[in-house]
């Protein structure tokens, strides 16, 4: 069982992958790196990212960085649950560069769907959390989920009515809190 990490620890692990990495690439944080980063969490159990294009060599650095800085790190995005959403490297956000790596935090609107699609309670309050510090908007959650509707088929465990069920809930929780969209 690997400690907690906390945003610290992903900088240190930015620093070290900027500098150890033999190639140019770009790596995608999603969920609780993205939470710690921004701040609406503390800490999180694993730090998830996706790597577009891959860096030569990366997988060698993770390696010795987990042992060496003590974290969980899994390859995990939106994309390994949903469909890709249309124009998602646009709207991931950049964070910074380290050396030949670009750093982003991956498309809040993918994280959203993705969140919502799992369900849990955490999910739900990241995805409010994310709402509320306008990393993405109703009407782009909609269009997004539009969008990747009907090749949601492709993913046998997600149900394609509970997942837009969701999404219009969420969205109707969204205008009677704020009374719009932002």
């Given amino acids: 069982m690997r400690s907690n990490v906390d945003p610290q620890k992903i900088e240190q692990l930015m ?22 980063l921004i701040g609406w969490r503390s800490s999180t159990v694993d730090i998830d990212i996706r790597l577009d294009p891959e860096p030569p060599g990366i997988f060698q650095v993770i390696a010795k960085l987990k042992q060496r800085l003590d974290i969980n790190i899994e ?68 269009d997004c989920f539009q969008a990747i509707e009907a090749e949601l088929i492709r993913f046998p465990s997600l149900n394609p009515d509970i997942l837009k069920n969701r999404i219009e809930e969420f969205m109707k929780y969204c205008e009677n809190t704020t009374g719009s969209d932002q």
């Fill in 15 to 36: 620093k070290a992958l900027g500098r150890e990495a033999s190639g140019s690439g770009c790596i995608y944080f999603t969920g609780g790196a993205s939470a710690l």
């Fill in 75 to 142: 390859l995990a995005s939106p994309q390994d649950f949903l469909p890709p959403l249309p124009e998602w490297r646009n709207r991931s956000v950049f964070i910074g560069r380290e050396g030949a790596i670009s750093f982003y935090h991956y498309d809040f609107t993918s994280q959203a769907i993705s969140k919502l699609s799992r369900g849990y309670n955490r999910d739900i309050d990241d995805v409010r959390a994310m709402y509320e510090q306008k990393l993405f908007s109703l009407e782009e959650l909609r």
